[in-house]
């Protein structure tokens, strides 16, 4: 038993944080400490600077032309670029899609997508929820229809995250509705800019446009954008959860957000009144017992010595915490967490009352952060699956 | 990073597993604790078994362990509900002791390691509650030696000790971390008088009243040595809580598996179901904080403090939240004493209280916040 990391693991923490140091520009981590608003440019601009460095597919083996890290040098790699304010990767490519197509995809599928994925320079979105189709994934109902060489796609996808950007969108699909309802699901690649398909959005209760609805018409897919064989895309998608471990619960970003809420504290006057220090130190508990179970994790696929099935865990807890801190940032506010200025999260806005700039973004997050017991499996479906492994 | 046991640690764990199951059972736990809650003869086989020595130096006679392994003999009498006076006597009292000069530990390490000893530290006064400088006994020289004056609440195992390490004042006043010493004082001494009672959670414990007690000096600096040894005993609280919780969820799990009302198991409904998951995200926290504990103790005094005070508050949130809830999973089998979970809960319960309770470590942990957090700050 040992709390260190190696010798070899810290000299390559060093590299990625002076990398990241050198390579981050200064307007993006300005944002991304302040929580301010992002845009598509602002997201792709660090994608490609990763991209470049060949870092942007951070999991992936070397065979696909990833870095070969290990689950420790991801962690740590995640951990530094979450430190230094770095916006978040955008999954959807190369953390979600590119897992499936390396795995299940056929040569001229994994030459063609990849290298766009790698690059940051293809954005791709997630067609997984339907309206009839939230945590109980497997009811999906958009059709794919076998016709010659292509399917035709109906249906509507929704909760499309950051769709809007979206250039290609990786579906699931209903081929058939023989036997259990997963049996007759497919994963489809399908080009956004076909004919057919319509992308609306969401304002969610912050008044930001983030998520979407998309709807296909009678969309023409090329039958080879299907990855794998028809009717398993449920398998391909179970592949893509397991892939994702240790990342869902986001400790890092937890980290760094902690270190906000006690600035934002100390601004407010408020760090040393014990009532609301107190609960600022039950989170920092919270967040070194997440840390901990990580760490657990990542020791346990290192060695492969013991099997620790707790990704819900991971999920419920780390949720709960992005909820917490954009709570108690919130209440930190006080009063004057109240107005509702859409501005407020542009970079360099400064309104026109006092500490504006400070204070009217925090309410903002606190409501973005409800999805995060909601999505990727709501928290009380993690629940299902923790007491599955317990009870039987 | 390394959460995997050695070849020797798992040996050790499953020597002390082997006894708990072949020699210490339940009725034999539950008639021990009905008749007064010590047993020198448990403390004994504990001392055959090598386990009294775990952390004194084998030049001294002992086996010269570290955490990680008084960790998991810890989670294996936590597992079997082990009642005796443990970690205050075999990993709390050496390190104690450490802090004096060579004779004395020359004196006292070897009869330690082979249980001929029972040394306890006697560390809290009533009006402290968790607060261990807040030290208003005593201490006057006389001659070589030195007369304690003053009282200490919820000694271990009071009246069957043989010794006791006691704090108490040189100078200063009652609150001051500076001018408290560590004395030892022999419990045949004059002057010294014990009021003992069972405590809630099948064990001993007394009041030790000390009225012009001789004794000797360990230490005039006591308070690194104290902060030390307390942090021993929250990584033992915190390992024990561990076993006393996976025991008590595996009890749990079973009856839930077994019990049916309304035509099926309690495993079947969903209400209990997600508690049940609830109680598994505690009792995993639990554990990684056990591990934290103890992997921090040999961290430099200040990280080392915030790092155990952080433990004790996930441990003391853990162990309440999994004791009050497999309790109630178990509906009214679960309050009764002849019943096997009720006495894990109790000891849950009471091991909130050992070595700070979560509010004082909450409070210890809020003082010594930095900007910065995180396994590694």
Redo the contacts between chains.
């Keep these: 038993m040992d709390l260190n990391f190696t010798a070899d693991e810290l000299a390559f923490r060093a590299e990625v944080r002076q990398w990241v140091a050198e390579n981050l520009p200064k307007d993006l981590s300005h944002k991304v400490f302040n929580a301010l608003r992002l845009s598509r440019d602002d997201l792709q601009r660090w994608a490609k600077i990763l991209g470049k460095k060949g870092w942007l597919g951070y999991g992936w083996p070397q065979q696909f032309g990833g870095p070969g890290w290990t689950a420790v040098q991801k962690h740590l790699f995640e951990e530094e670029c979450a430190l230094a304010g770095a916006p978040r990767i955008i999954p959807f490519g190369p953390v979600m899609v590119a897992p499936v197509i390396m795995a299940f995809g056929n040569a001229e599928q994994q030459q063609r997508f990849l290298p766009g994925i790698a690059s940051g320079e293809v954005w791709w979105s997630q067609g997984y929820s339907e309206p009839g189709a939230g945590s109980d994934l497997a009811s999906v109902k958009t059709r794919a229809e076998r016709q010659g060489d292509s399917y035709v796609v109906n249906g509507q996808k929704t909760w499309t995250t950051l769709g809007q950007f979206g250039e290609w969108i990786f579906c699931l699909v209903r081929t058939s509705n023989e036997g259990k309802p997963q049996t007759g699901i497919s994963f489809l690649l399908v080009d956004m800019k076909s004919p057919g398909i319509t992308v609306r959005p969401i304002i969610t209760l912050d008044g930001e446009h983030e998520v979407n609805e998309v709807f296909f018409d009678n969309v023409v897919v090329p039958a080879n954008n299907l990855i794998g064989e028809e009717n398993k895309g449920w398998t391909y998608a179970k592949h893509l959860l397991a892939h994702e471990r240790t990342n869902i619960a986001d400790v890092n970003r937890a980290k760094r957000e902690l270190e906000r809420v006690k600035r934002l504290a100390k601004q407010e006057g408020i760090y040393d009144e014990p009532r609301f220090r107190d609960q600022i130190a039950l989170l920092e508990v919270d967040i070194v017992a997440l840390e901990m179970l990580v760490l657990r994790v990542l020791s346990a696929e290192k060695s492969g010595k013991q099997s620790l099935d707790i990704a819900g865990l991971l999920k419920i807890r780390g949720s709960e915490i992005q909820q917490r801190y954009a709570e108690l940032m919130m209440l930190a506010a006080g009063p004057l967490a109240q107005p509702f200025v859409h501005e407020a999260m542009e970079a360099g806005w400064q309104g026109d009352f006092a500490d504006a700039a400070v204070v009217a973004p925090l309410a903002g997050t606190f409501f973005n952060m409800r999805k995060t017991t909601i999505y990727g499996g709501s928290n009380e479906v993690q629940r299902n699956i923790v007491a599955q492994t317990v009870l039987g | 990073?390394?959460?995997?046991?050695s070849d020797d640690?798992v040996s050790l764990r499953d020597a002390v597993a082997k006894w708990v199951e072949k020699g210490f059972d339940f009725p034999r736990r539950h008639a021990l604790a009905k008749a007064g809650g010590f047993s020198r003869a448990v403390y004994g086989e504990l001392a055959d078994l090598g386990l009294t020595g775990l952390v004194v130096p084998e030049a001294d006679g002992g086996l010269g362990f570290g955490p990680?392994e008084a960790m998991l003999v810890m989670e294996e009498l936590g597992r079997g509900l082990v009642n005796a006076p443990y970690a205050a006597a075999a990993l709390v009292a050496p390190t104690l002791l450490a802090a004096g000069p060579a004779d004395i530990q020359a004196a006292w390490l070897p009869r330690i390691a082979t249980g001929e000893a029972l040394v306890v530290p006697a560390l809290n006064e009533r009006s402290g509650r968790y607060r261990l400088q807040h030290v208003s006994t005593t201490a006057k020289p006389q001659a070589e030696l030195w007369t304690l004056s003053g009282q200490k609440s919820v000694v271990p195992a009071a009246d069957e000790a043989d010794e006791f390490i006691v704090t108490a004042r040189l100078s200063g006043a009652a609150d001051d971390t500076t001018g408290i010493g560590l004395f030892l004082v022999n419990k045949a001494a004059a002057g010294v008088s014990v009021k003992a009672y069972p405590t809630q959670d099948g064990g001993r414990a007394g009041e030790l009243i000390l009225a012009g007690a001789t004794a000797t000096l360990i230490t005039a600096d006591g308070w690194p040595a104290l902060e030390r040894a307390v942090d021993v005993g929250i990584a033992a609280s915190c390992a024990e809580g561990v076993g006393l919780m996976d025991k008590m969820?595996a009890i749990t799990?079973e009856y839930?598996?077994t019990r049916k009302q309304f035509g099926t198991t309690l495993?079947s409904f969903?209400a209990l179901?997600?508690r049940?998951?609830?109680?598994?995200?505690q009792q995993?926290?639990g554990r990684?904080?056990s591990?934290?504990a103890?992997?921090?103790l040999g961290e430099p005094a200040e990280q080392r403090r915030r790092a155990l005070s952080?433990a004790k508050?996930?441990l003391g949130q853990s162990m309440r939240f999994v004791g009050q809830q497999c309790t109630q999973l178990h509906g009214g089998i679960g309050v009764t004493d002849e019943y096997i979970s009720s006495h894990y809960f109790k000891r849950l319960t009471m091991l909130e209280m050992a070595y700070g309770d979560t509010l004082h470590h909450?409070?210890e942990?809020?003082a010594r916040?930095q900007?910065?957090?995180?396994?590694f700050a």
Excluded at chain 2, 371 to 375: F, M, P
């Design positions: 990073m390394d959460f995997d046991f640690q990680v969820v799990v839930m598996n495993a969903q179901r997600h049940m998951a609830d109680v598994k995200m995993e926290l990684s904080m591990y934290y103890s992997l921090k952080q508050v996930q909450l409070g942990v809020s916040m900007d910065t957090a995180g396994v």
